[in-house]
C-alpha cells in the first residue's frame, strides 16, 4: 500500500493483560478523553454564546479566541465551573485521567449537559452556529459539507458519549492535550498546536490509530497484531509505554515499503531492550532506531502476513 508503513507486534504476557491489550487492539473500551473533548466542545460553545460567563473580573480574555470570554457574570456555581475549565484550557492540560475526571465534574456542575438546543435563545443559538461552521470538519470528521449545517443536530450530538474507540488507539495510551483538540485543523484558536503538529510530536504519526488492523492470539500469553500507519512507524515512546501499561514484553516490526527501509524494537514492561534496522545480507546501509539500542542487536527477520485476523472497526 503506497506511503503506508506495516507494522507488526508481537506481545508477551500474563493472559489477563493481554487480554485488555487485545480489547485496546479492536476499539473495545470507552474513550473517557473523547468524552472530555465533547464536552470541553459543549462548554467552548456556552461560553462563545454567553450562556455560561466568567464568575470573577479577575479571569482575563482567553486571547486564542477572545470571543470565549464576555462581560463576567453572576457567582453561581455553573459560572464557577466554567471559570475553572477555562482555567484548564487556557493550560491546554494534558487529558490524563485526572483531568478527565475533573472536565466531566465541571461539565455536570455548569448544568450544560441539561440545556436543550430549543430552549437556547436565538443570538445564543446563532453564535453557536457560527463556531460549528468553522469547526464542523475537525469536531464531527465530516469534510466537503455545504455551507449550511444543522447546528441543533450538532449541539445534541455532543452530548452523546461514545462507547468504543478506534483500534489501536495511541490517545489511549500518550494523552492528548485539551485546547489543541479544540483547535482541530488550526482554524480556531491562534497560537495554538494543531492537533496534526501535537500527533506528529507524540505519536510520530498523523492519525494515531491503527489502520487495517487484526490480530491473532496466538496463545493464552501471546497476541500477535499487524497495523498499517501513514508513512512512518509510531514512535518507540508509544510502544515503551503500551509494553508497560500492559505489563508485557512488545516486539514492534515495520516495513516502510516505498522508502525500504524496515526495524525493530523490543521492550520489557516499558524498558527499551533491543533494535535496530532489518537488512538483507547483501544490503548495506546504516543502522536506525526509533529510540536508543544496544550496539550489539541482532537483526530479526522480517515478519510475515498473519494468515488468519480477527478486524474490527468503529
Known amino acids: 500500500m503506497s506511503n503506508w508503513c506495516n507494522n507488526r507486534l508481537i506481545i508477551t504476557g500474563q493472559s489477563v493483560f493481554v487480554d485488555e491489550l487485545q480489547q485496546w487492539v479492536n476499539g473495545h473500551v470507552i474513550p473517557d478523553y473523547r468524552h472530555a473533548i465533547l464536552q470541553s466542545c459543549r462548554l467552548f460553545l456556552a461560553g462563545c454564546a454567553g450562556i455560561l460567563r466568567p464568575a470573577t473580573v479577575k479571569t482575563s480574555a482567553y486571547l486564542p479566541w477572545p470571543g470565549l470570554l464576555t462581560h463576567p457574570g453572576v457567582a453561581s456555581p455553573q459560572n464557577l465551573a466554567f471559570e475553572q475549565w477555562v482555567g484548564l484550557l487556557k493550560a491546554d492540560v494534558p487529558l490524563t485521567a485526572e ?4 472536565i466531566e465534574r465541571l461539565y455536570r456542575q455548569s448544568g450544560i449537559d441539561a440545556v436543550k438546543w430549543e430552549n437556547i435563545p436565538s443570538l445564543a443559538q446563532e453564535r453557536i452556529a457560527d463556531v460549528l461552521s468553522r469547526q464542523y470538519a475537525d469536531w464531527f470528521g465530516v469534510v466537503g ?8 443536530r450538532c449541539w445534541e450530538h455532543l452530548g452523546l458519549m461514545p462507547e468504543y474507540t478506534a483500534p489501536c488507539d495511541m490517545l489511549m495510551l500518550i494523552p492528548s492535550r485539551l485546547a489543541t483538540e479544540l483547535n482541530g485543523a488550526g ?32 496463545g493464552i500469553n501471546t497476541l500477535t497484531v499487524h497495523f498499517d500507519s501513514p508513512w512512518y512507524p509510531p514512535a518507540g515512546e508509544v510502544i515503551g509505554v503500551l509494553s508497560e501499561k500492559f505489563s508485557c514484553q512488545a516486539e514492534h516490526t515495520w516495513t516502510m515499503p516505498d522508502a525500504e527501509r524496515s526495524g525493530y524494537d523490543r521492550y520489557d514492561h516499558g524498558e527499551h531492550v533491543d533494535g535496530g534496522r532489518i537488512t538483507d545480507e547483501s544490503s548495506e546501509g546504516e543502522v536506525i532506531y526509533l529510540t536508543y539500542a544496544d550496539k550489539d542487536s541482532v537483526p530479526l527477520p522480517s515478519c510475515a502476513t498473519a494468515s488468519e485476523a480477527l478486524t474490527s472497526a468503529h
Open 99 to 102: 483531568n478527565i475526571r475533573l
Open 145 to 152: 459539507l455545504s455551507s449550511a449545517i444543522d447546528a441543533g
Open 187 to 218: 482554524g480556531l484558536l491562534r497560537d495554538v498546536p494543531t492537533m496534526a503538529e501535537l500527533y506528529g510530536r507524540q505519536y510520530g504519526v498523523e492519525w494515531p490509530f491503527g489502520h487495517n488492523v487484526g490480530c491473532v492470539r496466538d
